[in-house]
């Protein structure tokens, strides 16, 4: 999983994410359609909503309202349970459940994207994300994907309190997703249309400058931008 990202031809998609009701931010994956497109596939028109309404469970095929039911710190967050909302439901575009694609990518790094399952050839709308490197998992669920933008999100969430069974305290919930047109800008920059043109992690910008003048700048714009806003709030 080392070409470019974004640069590949494969479909990118979106998750915007709040957590107790605050929109926290952004989360762009690339799916690995050249590798497994039918994965690839079902997630991308899960994040659109464009199969309409599951014959099987009677609910959009939409991750759209759905929740992250699932948080263990040092391991991953686990949602896309459009039915039932707790683990125990969900719905792919093929039917309740579809087979295992390939096993070709691995569980690798953080950030990767990867069927939940509850055993061989179980693979519904339900995902999860990685927040280490989880080898254990591979020839077990199907990876079809990985984080580009918006792993400090994955992170706030990843760190959101858990009661019993891993279950967050508070919802965190997929508050609009979808698919971005290929050329289309991610929308990482300006996310909450505040005027400021600067991401909230510096692992989201484009490129990397090596000036120090451009990173001084860049301190200087965040500190001004939050002096404004802290006289807005007095």
Known sequence: MEAEEGKTGNPRCFLDIAIGGEVEGRVVVELLANVVPRTAENF????????????????PLHFKGSRFHRVIKGFMIQGGDISAGDGTGGESIYGLKFEDENFE???????????????????????????TRTSHLDGKHVVFGKVIKGMGVVRSVEHTPTADGDAPTVDVTIVDCGEIPEGEDDGIINFFKDGDMYP???????????????????????????????????
Not at 44 to 59: I, Y
Not at 201 to 227: F, I, Q, R
Request: charged share 25%.
């Open 105 to 131: 990518l691995k569980h690798e790094r953080k950030g990767i994207l990867s069927m939940a399952n509850s055993g061989l050839n179980t693979n519904g709308s339900q995902f999860f994300i990685t927040t």
């Open 44 to 59: 991308r028109a899960l994040c659109t909503g464009e199969k309409g309404v599951g014959p099987n469970t009677g609910v």
């Open 200 to 234: 909230d992690w510096p692992t989201d910008l484009d490129e990397k400058p090596v000036e120090v003048s451009w990173w001084m700048n860049a301190v200087d714009s965040a500190k001004t931008y939050g002096n404004e806003c802290y006289k807005v709030e007095i």
